[in-house]
């Protein structure tokens, strides 16, 4: 039986290693950016953080969950937010934080989301070339812009992306893919496939 050589051993050992990194990895970071993000917000009250680890992050996380249902199902509280919303967005130098804010996250949760509309967006014609990207304006006729729509392309594995506003006949609707596997699809560079049992319907679309 031949001796195995070093060279061997150690391909096999950085094999199981990159492997055992590939399992690992995920989890591990998952684990620190939830402990970054509880320890971040427990920090904001040092005092209570040191006796009870975690009651602030859960006092916050209650909290704001209180004042969506309370925005949400009553009229007073509507009135209220409706006023502080109305307040914020007239304050000068204040409304160019809030404004933006506001539509961003609105855009991503609540009733409002705006990512909920993939497409298939053309972006050369020869050789034919087509981005998966969400639609947020049907409509841009109110800046010259007739039969032009605005679509948000997200880039893949970050967090940001951008925005073309390119002709209606450039767009077509996403078949086989929810909103959710759209955004996914998109950040994880295709890696994450289509989640649909015929993923044969994704490119009728862009046919």
Known sequence: MKKPSFENIANIFLKNFFQGLVIIGPIGLTIFVIWYVVSAIDNLVPSLAKQIPGLVFVSIILFTAILGY???????????????????????????????????????????????????????????IWRIGFLTQKEMSDVDKHNYVAVYLPHSYA?????????????????????????????????????????????????
């Open 70 to 128: 309370l925005g949400n199902k009553f009229v007073v509280g509507r009135f209220f937010f409706d006023t502080m919303d109305s307040l914020l967005e007239k304050t000068p130098g204040v409304k160019h934080i809030y404004t933006p804010t506001k539509d961003v996250m609105s855009s991503f949760v609540g009733d409002k989301k705006k990512f909920n509309d993939p497409v298939w967006v053309k972006t050369n014609e020869n050789p034919e």
């Open 159 to 207: 967090i940001s992306g951008w925005v073309i506003v390119t002709e209606e006949k450039n767009i077509k609707p996403v078949v086989g893919m929810n909103a959710a596997s759209a955004m996914k699809f998109a950040v994880s560079g295709g890696v994450a496939g289509f989640n649909s049992a015929d993923d044969t319907n994704i490119f009728k679309a862009a046919e």
